[in-house]
């Protein structure tokens, strides 16, 4: 990494994936010059901390982005719609973490250990996907490479910091207020999530899908670069605090054994393999919180069809799934000499 320092601002500072993503520049070191924190006008006085030094946090505005280099964002798509083509005015480049531009064909969608040679700043944004979608595409970043993928049929079980910090509320308050004998009450969900399985995360669509299914469709799709792929997701919200997992089932365009997948695995960037069933050892949430690999277990043959595949993916969600891609997508950036 080069010794120049790079101007950063973090737009939704004072949120779940803001937050994080303080702490992973913080952890890996990135070369920060001057760090802005940015959120609404209701965060104006908290201070945040960065390498021990308190930060205060501003309130975001039109002119919050001149003479930065980099901004990561994570306030939603409607602020991502609004200020980041202005920060990009700014000559500031932008990494959003929202789904305001993952579609857009002249923005690239970038998970590093899977497509860094599309990274390209013409357009002043890059988008980090999404987080189910980050996580899946790490694991079968591998297999695709070896043997094509032809369809996969993915199931998720996401935990609830993926809603942002208050649906982490939520769940505590209804866990608290369900084991003292009380009512629960809800506000982020439409249901109790405490002790209960949502399959519903984001608004349906008429074709009977919810808006983060085929976001799974439709960013594996460009990430790898694959129109061809067949994807049909599920998406489930449980009571999880922290960490995603994915039933993941794949049919490759090539045979594959499940010895070669688990090499391949075992060596793939960005992946920890945790596949001893025996021993009772495969991925679980609990262990991915706070780590930055993927893991894969539960790896074994989908007897249906004749090159199919079973796994488990499990990452945490705030991390790889947001602020960590972010930083990366930002590292590789640096190492280009792009900001
Ligand atoms: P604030 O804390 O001031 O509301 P989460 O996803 O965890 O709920 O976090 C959302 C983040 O986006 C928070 O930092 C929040 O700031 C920020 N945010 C939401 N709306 C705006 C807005 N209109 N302008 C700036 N920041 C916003």
Same mark, same amino acid.
């Given at each position: 990494?080069?010794?120049?320092?790079?101007?950063?601002?973090?737009?939704?500072?004072?949120?779940?994936?803001?937050?994080?993503?303080?702490?992973?520049?913080?952890?890996?070191?990135?070369?920060?010059?001057?760090?802005?924190?940015?959120?609404?006008?209701?965060?104006?006085?908290?201070?945040?901390? @960065?390498?021990?030094?308190?930060?205060?946090?501003?309130?975001?505005?039109?002119?919050?982005?001149?003479?930065?280099?980099?901004?990561? @964002?994570?306030?939603?798509?409607?602020?991502?719609?609004?200020?980041?083509?202005?920060?990009?005015?700014?000559?500031?480049?932008?990494?959003?973490?929202?789904?305001?531009?993952?579609?857009?064909?002249?923005?690239?969608?970038?998970? &590093?250990?899977?497509?860094?040679?599309?990274?390209?700043?013409?357009?002043?944004?890059?988008?980090? &996907?999404?987080?189910?979608?980050?996580?899946?595409?790490?694991?079968?970043?591998?297999?695709?490479?070896?043997?094509?993928?032809?369809?996969?049929?993915?199931?998720?079980?996401?935990?609830?910091?993926?809603?942002?910090?208050?649906?982490?509320?939520?769940?505590?308050?209804?866990?608290?207020?369900?084991?003292?004998?009380?009512?629960?009450?809800?506000?982020?969900?439409?249901?109790?999530?405490?002790?209960?399985?949502?399959?519903?995360?984001?608004? @349906?669509?008429?074709?009977?899908?919810?808006?983060?299914?085929?976001?799974?469709?439709?960013?594996?799709?460009?990430?790898?670069?694959?129109?061809?792929?067949?994807?049909?997701?599920?998406?489930?919200?449980?009571?999880?605090?922290?960490?995603?997992?994915?039933?993941?089932?794949?049919?490759?365009?090539?045979?594959?054994?499940?010895?070669?997948?688990?090499?391949?695995?075992?060596?793939?960037?960005?992946?920890?393999?945790?596949?001893?069933?025996?021993?009772?050892?495969?991925?679980?949430?609990?262990?991915?919180?706070?780590?930055?690999?993927?893991?894969?277990?539960?790896?074994?043959?989908?007897?249906?069809?004749?090159?199919?595949?079973?796994?488990?993916?499990?990452?945490?969600?705030?991390?790889?799934?947001?602020?960590?891609?972010?930083?990366?997508?930002?590292?590789?950036?640096?190492?280009?000499?792009?900001?």
């Amino acid at each position: 990494m080069q010794d120049k320092a790079v101007d950063v601002a973090v737009v939704g500072a004072t949120g779940a994936v803001g937050n994080m993503m303080i702490r992973v520049l913080e952890e890996r070191s990135f070369p920060v010059g001057k760090l802005r924190l940015l959120a609404s006008a209701r965060s104006v006085g908290k201070v945040l901390s @960065f390498h021990g030094r308190g930060i205060a946090v501003e309130e975001l505005r039109e002119d919050s982005f001149a003479g930065l280099q980099l901004a990561l @964002f994570s306030a939603g798509a409607g602020v991502s719609r609004k200020f980041a083509p202005i920060a990009a005015q700014h000559g500031c480049v932008v990494v959003d973490n929202s789904s305001a531009f993952r579609m857009d064909a002249q923005i690239p969608l970038i998970v &590093p250990e899977v497509n860094r040679e599309a990274i390209d700043v013409s357009s002043g944004i890059i988008a980090n &996907p999404n987080c189910s979608t980050i996580q899946m595409v790490v694991a079968l970043k591998p297999i695709y490479d070896a043997a094509g993928i032809k369809r996969i049929i993915v199931t998720t079980f996401q935990a609830v910091s993926g809603t942002g910090q208050k649906a982490i509320e939520e769940l505590r308050r209804q866990v608290k207020a369900l084991n003292s004998g009380e009512q629960a009450s809800w506000q982020v969900y439409p249901h109790q999530i405490a002790f209960n399985c949502l399959p519903h995360i984001g608004a @349906f669509l008429d074709n009977g899908y919810t808006e983060e299914e085929m976001k799974m469709v439709n960013e594996t799709r460009k990430i790898f670069n694959d129109e061809r792929i067949g994807v049909a997701a599920t998406t489930v919200r449980v009571p999880v605090y922290y960490g995603h997992s994915e039933s993941v089932n794949i049919e490759t365009r090539r045979p594959v054994t499940v010895d070669r997948v688990r090499q391949l695995l075992s060596s793939a960037p960005g992946v920890k393999l945790i596949d001893e069933p025996s021993e009772k050892l495969y991925p679980m949430p609990i262990d991915c919180a706070g780590q930055d690999d993927t893991l894969v277990g539960r790896i074994r043959k989908d007897p249906s069809v004749e090159n199919g595949l079973c796994l488990w993916v499990v990452a945490d969600n705030i991390r790889k799934g947001a602020a960590t891609n972010a930083v990366q997508i930002a590292e590789v950036l640096v190492e280009r000499g792009l900001i």
